[in-house]
T-cell receptor, first 112, second 114 residues
Framework: DQQVKQNSPSLSVQEGRISILNCDYT??????FLWYKKYPAEGPTFLIS?????DKNEDGRFTVFLNKSAKHLSLHIVPSQPGDSAVYFC???????????FGGGTRLMVKP | DAGVTQSPTHLIKTRGQQVTLRCSPI?????VSWYQQVLGQGPQFIFQ???????GRGNFPDRFSARQFPNYSSELNVNALLLGDSALYLC?????????????FGEGSRLTVL
C-alpha cells in the first residue's frame, strides 16, 4: 500500500524552462511534506518543505504547492538548470514526527 | 564539519550470512534513523533511535535490529540475509525528534546479497 506516490518516473526539460514534479498521497493524517534531491552515489539532501496549514512555500527557484483536498503536492523549479538533474523524492512525515514515507522518486533531466 | 558517515560503503554477502552496518551522526545530533532503498524505489523507514532508545520501527522482520551507542553512533544488523535484502541502506541524523522531518543523510552502504 503506497501512501505516497510519484507517478512520473522521469521528466526531461530544457534549461531555463519550468520543471514540475508531482506527488500524491492517500493518508489524510499526513500534515507535513518534504522534497529531497538525490544525486548518484550521494545520500538524499533536503530541498524544501511545507506544512498543511500552508498551500505554498517558496525558496529561491523552488516552490512547493500543496492541495490538501486533492491530496496532491507539486514542486516547481524555475528556471531549471542542468545542475538540477537528479532524482527527486517527495516524503510525508507521520504525526509522531519520527518517520518519513517516501514516494518512488522522479528522475529529472535538464538539458542544456 | 563532517556530515553523516557510514561504513562500509559497499559490501557483498551470501544468503544466510549476517551483516552489520555502521553510522556516525553529525556532531551534536542525537537522533539516528535507518532507511532501506531498493533499486528504483524510494527509501523505506526501518528504525529511529533517540538517546539510545528505539523511538520508531518500520514494517521489517525481526531479522533487522539496531542499536545506538552513548556517543550517538548506531549500528544496523541484519541476520539470515535474503536476496531481497540487497539494497542501499541509508542512515540519517537529526538534532532531536522534533517534527521537522529534515533528515541529514549519509551516502549509504550498498549491500549486495548473492
Amino acid at each position: 500500500d503506497q501512501q505516497v506516490k510519484q507517478n512520473s518516473p522521469s521528466l526531461s526539460v530544457q534549461e531555463g524552462r519550468i520543471s514540475i514534479l508531482n506527488c500524491d498521497y492517500t493518508n489524510s493524517m499526513f500534515d507535513y511534506f518534504l522534497w529531497y534531491k538525490k544525486y548518484p552515489a550521494e545520500g538524499p539532501t533536503f530541498l524544501i518543505s511545507i506544512s498543511s496549514i500552508k498551500d505554498k512555500n517558496e525558496d529561491g527557484r523552488f516552490t512547493v504547492f500543496l492541495n490538501k483536498s486533492a491530496k496532491h503536492l507539486s514542486l516547481h523549479i524555475v528556471p531549471s538548470q542542468p545542475g538540477d538533474s537528479a532524482v527527486y523524492f517527495c516524503a510525508a512525515l507521520n504525526n509522531a514526527g519520527n518517520m518519513l514515507t517516501f514516494g518512488g522518486g522522479t528522475r529529472l533531466m535538464v538539458k542544456p | 564539519d563532517a556530515g553523516v558517515t557510514q561504513s562500509p560503503t559497499h559490501l557483498i554477502k551470501t544468503r544466510g550470512q549476517q551483516v552489520t552496518l555502521r553510522c556516525s551522526p553529525i556532531s551534536g545530533h542525537k537522533s539516528v534513523s535507518w532507511y532501506q532503498q531498493v533499486l528504483g524505489q524510494g527509501p523505506q523507514f526501518i528504525f529511529q533511535y533517540y538517546e539510545k532508545e528505539e523511538r520508531g520501527r518500520g514494517n521489517f522482520p525481526d531479522r533487522f535490529s539496531a542499536r545506538q551507542f552513548p556517543n550517538y553512533s548506531s549500528e544496523l544488523n541484519v541476520n539470515a540475509l535474503l536476496l531481497g535484502d540487497s539494497a542501499l541502506y541509508l542512515c540519517a541524523s537529526t538534532l532531536g525528534t522534533g517534527p521537522t522531518g529534515e533528515l541529514f543523510f549519509g551516502e549509504g552502504s550498498r549491500l549486495t546479497v548473492l
